[in-house]
């Protein structure tokens, strides 16, 4: 059996936890276009983050590539039991062959999609996480799991700074664009460079920015997956104190320039919890 978003009414049987959603596109008037995207089935939870490319955009069937990419990336989770380095080639693989089928040019960076990766399995007594770039997790309230990437901390402040001189926070995103542009030429899925990061993009992804995860089942309680369209942590477990912590954020720094400074104003976002049964 398997479950993607939608599918609340059956939860996994063989699964120990009871699985708790709640996902807002960045524009909550246009739903579709949620690019954050998520499913499971009796072992298995997926969270993937899409990112549409900054070239020749792709639409499928009225889906952004972002929505594609996401998609991509949690179906492949869910078609096999591989975890690490071998499920990411796998994930790699099904963008490529997304390309062709597309006839999308994926030589050029501009034009490729790309997604994180956070993947948790059952394995008899134990959690197999798997997790590439910044949709993150944190095991009951504990620290969180989550891979900086230092580029978008750097392109943030940029954005923040231009803000904080001229006030215009509607060409802010376009000011940094030149930036977001070159760090898909510079420092993607580049294990050379200090920023390097890794993604799901179709490309190789170094293993160095794969982290594998083999916890003990017995110790978790909570498991909670989310993406970076929460920009803070709450000191709670609930749906309701993410929300909370993310309408705290609303309130104090609404163009995100502030404390809490973002490379664009809002982002979908959606949390996970596993909730032991």
């Not at 899409?50 to 989770?77: F, W």
């Not at 034009?111 to 770039?133: F, G, K």
């Not at 003990?216 to 803070?232: I, K, Q, W």
Request: charged letters at 20%; aromatic letters at 10%.
């Amino acid at each position: 059996m398997t479950g993607l978003p939608g599918d609340e009414s059956d939860q996994p049987e063989l699964f120990p936890f009871r699985i708790e959603c709640f996902t807002e596109a960045k524009d909550p008037a246009k739903p579709g276009c949620n690019e954050d995207f998520w499913g499971f089935n009796s072992t298995t939870v997926v969270l993937s983050d899409g990112a549409t490319a900054k070239g020749d955009a792709i639409d499928v069937a009225g889906l952004s590539g972002g929505r594609m990419a996401s998609q991509i990336v949690t179906e492949t989770c869910l078609n096999n039991d591989t975890h690490g380095q071998q499920l990411v080639i796998s994930a790699n693989t099904a963008f490529h062959s997304f390309y062709q089928a597309n006839g999308v040019e994926s030589q050029n960076p501009l034009n490729r999609v790309a997604a994180s990766l956070l993947c948790v399995r059952i394995d008899r007594n134990s959690l197999i996480i798997t997790q590439v770039n910044n949709s993150g997790f944190r095991i009951n309230g504990g620290n969180p799991y989550v891979q900086e990437t230092v580029c978008d901390i750097l392109h943030a402040y940029t954005r923040a700074e231009y803000i904080r001189l001229t006030g215009d926070t509607i060409g802010a995103r376009e000011f940094i664009l030149p930036m977001l542009q070159k760090q898909l030429f510079a420092y993607q899925n580049n294990a050379d460079h200090p920023l390097g990061y890794g993604v799901i993009d179709g490309t190789e992804t170094p293993g160095i920015f794969t982290r594998t995860y083999r916890i003990p089942l017995s110790t978790v309680d909570t498991l909670e997956l989310f993406t970076d369209g929460y920009p803070m942590l709450p000191s709670g477990t609930t749906i309701q104190d993410w929300e909370t912590a993310y309408a705290y954020v609303q309130r104090n720094d609404p163009n995100r320039c502030l404390d809490f400074p973002a490379t664009k104003i809002a982002d979908d976002r959606t949390v996970l919890i596993l909730r032991r049964k």
